[in-house]
């Protein structure tokens, strides 16, 4: 086990390193950086945003914005955290101008950064928030679509909920949500995923 996470931690940094360096579309000259994602290496669980947000390109770190902050509320009552068999990315590492739905040319050209942090991780169960992970990851335009079932890929599991910023706009549909995300630890904890979550909480 000290193995794996010291492998994959090199793994993540080795890459991370790598993508520092990306310029395959035009949204890193706009922005303050890469924000390349955060989390535990041996996740079982990743979440996928959409693209960095204004607080998170200037702290270079996802989900910090207060969307970040109903994320972590939400993981929190579900004894989850972050940092602990959790792991937060995004479709985009780089802010789109105005925080713009980043476009297919700039999905694609990020798309090999997403998925090495998807070989390195190996999670057994890929949560997508919002649009853009669903489109992207799924191939299916809509969330509410994509919804309410499990979808696996090559031995993944990925399941499909809302964007935290459209629970900000659109509060009715928190509890939907909470049902999305009592979804996935029922999830990991069927399929084994020790230490998905927090022990004693
Ligand atoms: N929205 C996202 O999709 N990702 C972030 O990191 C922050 C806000």
Redesign the pocket.
């Known amino acids: 086990m000290a193995e794996q996470v010291g492998d994959k931690a090199a793994g993540l940094e080795a890459l991370r390193r790598q993508v520092e360096q990306c310029h395959r579309c035009g949204l890193r000259d706009q922005a303050h950086g890469v ?1 390349f994602g955060e989390g535990d290496p041996v996740a079982r669980i990743v979440f996928v ?5 204004q ?2 390109d200037r702290l270079l ?5 207060r ?2 902050q109903l994320l972590d509320k939400m993981l929190a009552a579900g004894g989850l955290d972050r940092f602990h068999g959790v792991y ?1 990315v ?2 985009v590492k780089c802010r789109p101008p105005n ?1 713009r739905t980043p476009t297919l040319d700039e999905r694609k050209a990020c798309w090999p950064n997403l998925s090495a942090q998807l070989r390195i991780l190996s999670p057994n169960i890929v949560v997508l ?2 649009a ?2 669903v489109r992207t990851l799924l191939g299916i335009s809509r969330v509410s679509q994509a919804r309410g079932q499990w979808y696996e890929r090559g031995g993944v599991w990925f399941r499909a909920t809302f ?3 459209a629970l900000l706009r659109n509060p009715s549909w928190k509890a939907g949500a909470w049902e999305d995300l009592q979804a996935v630890i029922a999830k990991s904890q069927e399929l084994g995923a020790g230490g998905a979550q927090r022990q004693g909480t």
């Open positions: 924000v945003g959409e693209g960095p947000g607080e998170e770190r996802p989900f910090v914005g969307a970040g937060i995004n479709v925080n928030l919002g853009t992970a964007h935290p910023a």
